[in-house]
């Protein structure tokens, strides 16, 4: 009988022990430059990834979002010069300046890592050591057209009219001698990756871009300089630095202890998610890719590429002139309000223009027309008419079916890493909540079951809305929780699980309260 016992036990175990695995989602943005302040489009790459990250945190994930700054090359090193300071001392007054908007634009990442920690050091000495031992790095004399601003080496051919084809400026004649890689090596390697994991890289469009750059065929790169010395120093040869990209690349190995913990290392890696913009597919689709095979780990598994934010017709850039600052819009229009725009109108992989009055509209329309709206006319006729006491909703309402449907799409949406299509169905359910009160005018009703229904069913709608826009709008989504009278937080552990139609039920006094986002002008 023990021995039965003890055996069910056993079993029971590890049932449970299956049951709670929680699965892992690690997801990096690009590590950002420091040879300016961080701009509009850097913040679009933000919160996107934020969003992201929240949502799977929502769906009881273990999330590790990691971002940074990349901090060598001789970009900086001149933006430097030009400000009189050394480069140490500029990276460490700028690097504090990206942690800082990324806190004012409530950014939720795990780890922020700068390419000048002794972490990262070791990480990529002993990563690029790997790589020389197999073979796949040799010296030689290199000759070539560099883009100071994009830190690469281009073609004759690539060029446009004889300029940089992304920074349409010069591009300056260098020669010395280098350590290359054999990226020539991996062409055929590269393309049974991408044929044998056909989503590694999206959205398609942009997978055959990477494609096309295999197919075109692979030259080894050059992979060190001797004429700076701001970088990390080759362990095997100490004239020589990397160069930029190849230690920028290895961040994603650093954060997660390539070299140090072989157990993190494998808990995390290679089922990564990079977000990245269109201008550095070649080096995350190719290079990276490359790199991981040659230093005998598997390629990242997920990159997925988005588009850049333009300002009349052009990416917004310091070359351009065209910078827009994300924490004066923020201090005009409101954390959420711009954290919404970003991502409700432009779809995650397209370009997007960015305009004040595309923004203005979508705050009036999608913010104060419609959610805003639509709880202030509720917890009015709430407080008005049931004395704040909340109804419950109607199991057999007819906003349920619609309501289902439209966290499917969110959900589905979210999964897809397309906020936009999840925004989108989310305002859908706004919509037709705002048009069911039109219909029945709740404000004209006596207090009776009729009332209740109404109300408690766009109180429900409400509760919905808040757990589907947290991730792209949290201190929105909670201050909505708060006003229908919920406790906790929409951010709960087990929000997906009352994520279903029926659930809402408060037993606190609903107050009407100001605006949530009062019309613009
Ligand atoms: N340091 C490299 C990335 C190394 S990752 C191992 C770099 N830095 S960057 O600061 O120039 O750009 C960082 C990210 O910001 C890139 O994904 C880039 O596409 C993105 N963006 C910069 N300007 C942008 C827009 N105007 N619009 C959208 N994204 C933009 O590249």
Redesign the pocket.
Known sequence: MLKIIRALTAVTSLFIAKVHVVSRFFITT????VNDVP?L??A??MVSTDSIARWRRLCGEEVFFLTGT?EHGLKIAQAAAENGMSPKQWTDLLSPRFQDAWRKLNISYDDFIRTTETRHYETVQAFLSSVYENGYIYKDIYRGLYCVPCEAYYQESELSDGNCPIHNRPVTVMEEENYFFRLSAFTDRLLEWYEKFPNAVRPLSKRNEALGFIRQGLQDISITRTSIDWGVPVPWDDQHVFYV?YD??I?YLTAIDYGRDADRFKAWWPSVHHV?????IR?HCVWWPAMCMAAGIDPPANIFV?????VGGE???KSAGNKVDPLELVEDFGLDAVRYYLLRDTNFGSDGDFTYEALTARYNSDLANNLGNLLQRVTTVVANKLDGRAPQPAIDSPLAIFATQALNRAKASWNEFAPQDALEAVWSLIHETNARLEVVAPWKLEPGDELENVLGDALECLRLVCITIYPVMPDTSSEVWARIGLDGSPNHQDALTSFTWGLYRSARTIEKGTPLFPRRK
């Open positions: 690009p590590i950002y430059y701009h489009g850097h679009y790459t990349d990209w920028a690349l961040n990245i913009g269109k201008d550095i080096f988005h588009g850049w934010l333009l990416k917004m850039a």
